[in-house]
């Protein structure tokens, strides 16, 4: 199989030897991943861009400002996003959006960020990558009001209502190990819904690794185990999910990776 993670975690507290990784990654047969850097403290926005740039024939990084930080970021803060957002290299906004299972940041806090990073994409006509856990209605709104159409939703695990409006809205659907799981039959139907050429796969590491890997720290090379999901549900080999999966995260991310040979 030919795959790309379209959505890892890589700092150093959780992976200290990135490289190690990359090469297990690589013997799965992983040719690239998306990396996401954000705010993991008021002036810190983590490892990912110089982890990317140590490996930049696999690793193409993003930048954002998550719902759960929203209420900790200061006007630097911001001020540092749109530098880092515009760097030729970062692929994307984000990962941003609503959390209101956690609700770690106030909801009118997350609001704020979520469309002020809509903008942001918008004004650097880069894609965003969304993040929404209990909060389709108004993430759908967001994303309705700001006239955004252009990204993927990560690690989606609503139902069948949900991806066809995340469709209609003209994003993707990207898919971690959760839909491998026995008790994930809603997100298996929206899966099985949504057309094999909207479809990502990723890993968001270092959690959710799918099985048979559950309970263990999740990483890039295990995103094969959702790829074989996603063919199963698409009624189609996993060869074939891999390489479309891989093919609309290329193409949604402006990604030069080489697929074809």
Same mark, same amino acid.
């Given at each position: 199989?030919?795959?790309?993670?379209?959505?890892?975690?890589?700092?150093?507290?959780?992976?200290?030897?990135?490289?190690?990784?990359?090469?297990?990654?690589?013997?799965?047969?992983?040719?690239?991943?998306?990396?996401?850097?954000?705010?993991?403290?008021?002036?810190?926005?983590?490892?990912?861009?110089?982890?990317?740039?140590?490996?930049?024939?696999?690793?193409?990084?993003?930048?954002?400002?998550?719902?759960?930080?929203?209420?900790?970021?200061?006007?630097?803060?911001?001020?540092?996003?749109?530098?880092?957002?515009?760097?030729?290299?970062?692929?994307?906004?984000?990962?941003?959006?609503?959390?209101?299972?956690?609700?770690?940041?106030?909801?009118?806090?997350?609001?704020?960020?979520?469309?002020?990073?809509?903008?942001?994409?918008?004004?650097?006509?880069?894609?965003?990558?969304?993040?929404?856990?209990?909060?389709?209605?108004?993430?759908?709104?967001?994303?309705?009001?700001?006239?955004?159409?252009?990204?993927?939703?990560?690690?989606?695990?609503?139902?069948?209502?949900?991806?066809?409006?995340?469709?209609?809205?003209?994003?993707?659907?990207?898919?971690?190990?959760?839909? @491998?799981? +026995? *008790?994930?039959?809603? $997100?298996?139907?929206?899966? /099985?819904? =949504?057309?094999?050429?909207?479809?990502?796969?990723? %890993?968001?590491?270092?959690?959710?690794?799918?099985?048979?890997?559950?309970?263990?720290?999740?990483?890039?090379?295990?995103?094969?185990? @959702?790829? +074989? *999901?996603?063919?199963? $549900?698409?009624?189609?080999? /996993?060869? =074939?999910?891999?390489?479309?999966?891989?093919?609309? %995260?290329?193409?949604?991310?402006?990604?030069?990776?080489?697929?074809?040979?």
């Amino acid at each position: 199989m030919k795959l790309i993670d379209a959505h890892c975690h890589l700092e150093p507290k959780d992976f200290p030897a990135a490289g190690e990784v990359i090469a297990r990654a690589r013997a799965q047969g992983v040719v690239h991943a998306i990396v996401v850097g954000q705010l993991q403290r008021p002036g810190d926005f983590g490892a990912a861009l110089d982890c990317a740039r140590a490996h930049r024939d696999f690793l193409t990084p993003t930048m954002g400002i998550h719902p759960h930080d929203a209420a900790a970021a200061l006007p630097a803060d911001w001020a540092t996003l749109e530098t880092l957002c515009a760097l030729p290299e970062v692929c994307a906004v984000g990962e941003t959006g609503l959390d209101y299972f956690y609700d770690h940041s106030p909801r009118r806090e997350q609001l704020e960020a979520f469309h002020r990073q809509c903008g942001l994409a918008k004004q650097l006509k880069k894609p965003l990558v969304v993040h929404v856990r209990d909060a389709h209605d108004d993430c759908v709104e967001v994303l309705k009001s700001e006239g955004v159409h252009d990204g993927m939703i990560h690690c989606f695990t609503g139902d069948t209502d949900a991806a066809r409006r995340y469709l209609d809205q003209g994003f993707f659907i990207s898919v971690s190990g959760v839909v @491998t799981y +026995k *008790k994930s039959e809603a $997100l298996q139907a929206a899966v /099985a819904f =949504t057309p094999l050429e909207r479809l990502m796969v990723e %890993t968001d590491s270092p959690y959710l690794a799918p099985i048979p890997f559950r309970g263990k720290k999740n990483e890039p090379g295990y995103v094969g185990e @959702t790829a +074989k *999901k996603v063919g199963e $549900l698409k009624g189609v080999d /996993a060869e =074939t999910a891999a390489l479309t999966c891989a093919k609309n %995260t290329a193409g949604l991310l402006h990604l030069t990776v080489r697929l074809d040979g």
